[in-house]
């Protein structure tokens, strides 16, 4: 007798109980916190803007200072930039519906790749719909299970995401701590395969930048290319606001840079800049290139005219006025006690400022606690928690615009001052002094 005829005259065994793909929805502990949070009018998320993004914005109701956006040069409510996406809008319509490689490349795209390319003094450039898309297609794209991609421990999701994509080898070092990169590439050589080093050149949570010239010194010991993420630098630092690359003197040793315009350039989009034959490739191979619609014209138009104001005389007045801007809140805010992320200091002394002036709390709930208070003093924060920051590690993201007067800036202080005492009295007091990234 077969074991099959055997089980035959067995009574059926009773399907497993089904488990529901859904029951994360319920039971997952951020929606058990989001739930406590909002019982108590405590959610520092998804708060509703009413108008548009600018020094001062319109938010549920009120007049409110915005000191959490990433519009270090205040281009979204600029006229010209407007113009820009409003020319194209007139002249493409509203979307392209399709993807870049089939009917959804425009003549407006091309020109905004030229001029990126040039910019930061790369042979070309790919323009994708967002800056997210530009690291997963890149690095999903460029790296395979054989390879090794190294990356800082800092690293935006938008990384990890690509690296999940190719199925390379992930080894993580601790951030910024050039003697773990070095033996991470020890090991990393015995995998047997190509080695990327991918890094940001600053550090989106905690405004802290890439050690850039040492990491291109270990990376030509080791044979490994390196990436750098330009995001929060593209339009801020270097004197073409080339970026960390240009500014840390290393644009022609890094291979490949990302950007977004969701930040200096107010629109959405992203962009890779590096060797033709890599940008060709993935312009014929990167999925989240291929398989997803292409910017709508007015995104696309106002990057290019953003792009254009970064490029021209103007260009070097925007940069030093934010980052005098950043200098100008970090001092008001360490002045009235607050622990506060200080610039990167170089080899070789130099600080590095950046638009992004966080305010380290430590605790998750005293860092919305502290957020509460502001907000209800007319300023809006953005609030970092586990898993965006290490535990105990909670912190308020400040960031700061070319376009804030010091007057905002000094109402916002007053608010922080304010908002000190209130939470002191009630929760105690919060950590003081200064605060290596
Ligand atoms: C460092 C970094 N890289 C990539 C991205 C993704 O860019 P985007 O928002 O344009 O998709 C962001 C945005 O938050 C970022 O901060």
Known sequence: ??????????????????????AKAREHERVAQLK????????????????????????????RIMLGSNNYLGLTGDERVKAGALEALNRYGTGITG?????GTLDLHLELE?????????????????????NVGTLGTILGPSDTVIADSGDHASILDGVILSRAKLRAFRHNRIDRLERTLEKAAQDGGGILIVVDGVFSTEGDVSPLPEICDLAARFGARVMVDEAHALGVLGTRGAGSCELLGVEDR???????????????????????????????????FIFTASAVPAAVGAALTAVRICRSE???????RVLDNARYLHRGLSELGFKVVEPTRLADGTEVVTPVVPVVVGDDWKAVFLWKLLYDAGVYVNVMIHPAVPPAGALLRTSVMATHDASTLDRALEAFAGAKRSFEAEHGALPEGASAA
């Open 1 to 22: 007798m077969s074991a099959s005829d055997a089980g035959s005259s067995l009574p059926a065994a009773a399907p497993p109980t089904p488990i529901d793909v859904f």
């Open 36 to 63: 406590a949070a909002r019982e108590l009018g405590l959610v520092p998320y998804f708060r509703v803007l009413e108008g548009p993004t600018l020094p001062v914005v319109e938010m549920e109701g009120r007049r």
């Open 99 to 103: 993807s870049r490689f089939l009917n």
């Open 114 to 134: 030229r001029e990126l390319a040039e910019w930061l003094g790369a042979e070309a450039a790919l323009v994708f719909t967002t800056g997210h898309q530009a």
């Open 254 to 288: 890094v291979d490949l840079r990302m950007a977004t315009f969701s930040k200096s350039l107010a629109s959405c989009g992203g962009v890779i800049a590096g060797p033709s034959e890599v940008i060709e490739f993935l312009r014929i191979q990167a999925r989240p």
């Open 314 to 320: 103007e260009g070097p007045r925007l940069f030093a």
